[in-house]
Structure formats: C-alpha cells, structure tokens
C-alpha cells in the first residue's frame, strides 16, 4: 500500500487548506485512514481519522476546524482545514490501518509541510 499526500503550503492564520492522500490500493479495504501531525520538537501527533464506516473523530485541538473524509471513488483521503493557526504549523502524515486475519499494519504516507504564518 503506498500513500501520497499533497496539498500543504504556506498560509496566514485565519486561512485554509485542504490535505490529500492517495492511495493505491480501493480504500474500501482499508479499516481506519487518518492524519497525523509532528511539528519540530514533538512526537508525532493523531489530528482526526476515519472508520470504513465513516465513523470520524478530532483531536480536541482541531475539533470544529479541520474535517476529515474521504472519496472512495477516487480512493483519496481529504483534511480540509480552515480557520488555521500558527500552532497547526507541522508536517501532516496519512496513515493506514487494514486488519486482516493475519493481524493489522499501520501504512504511512511522505507527508506535507503545513506552515500557518502569524
């Protein structure tokens, strides 16, 4: 499974974004996709995933700004974020759960700068 992600960038607070993540294999088959975030000097952080059955759940830090979902179709993975502060300011990871009977394995995608100037 290989991850891609997209869609970062340089904005002023108060300003949006919209993270992508493709995947390259049906997402239907993946458990749980999310979005993490590590900004320099911190561990890497859980910002929102989403359940195959759409089931969807926010750091409290972003809960109300940032929406999480996903386009099966197109096999992408969306974070739309808005209203951004200079703390969101860190490189954004895609990830992906798939539990099998084997077991279960995390996938991670390159990730993407976020940078919120004040």
């Known amino acids: 499974v290989q991850l891609q992600a997209s869609g970062g960038g340089l904005v002023q607070a108060g300003g949006s974004l919209r993270l992508s993540c493709a995947a390259s294999v049906n997402i239907v088959s993946i458990n749980v996709m999310a979005w993490y975030r590590q900004a320099p000097g911190y561990q890497r952080e859980l910002v929102a995933r989403i359940g195959s059955s759409r089931t969807r759940n926010y750091a409290e830090s972003v809960k109300g700004r940032f929406t999480i979902s996903k386009d099966n179709a197109k096999n992408i993975m969306y974070l739309q974020m808005n209203s951004l502060k200079p703390e969101d300011t860190a490189v954004y990871y895609c990830?992906?759960?798939?539990?099998?009977?084997?077991?279960?394995?995390?996938?991670w995608g390159q990730g993407t700068q976020v940078t919120v100037s004040s």
């Open positions: 990830n992906a759960l798939i539990q099998d009977l084997t077991g279960s394995k995390d996938y």
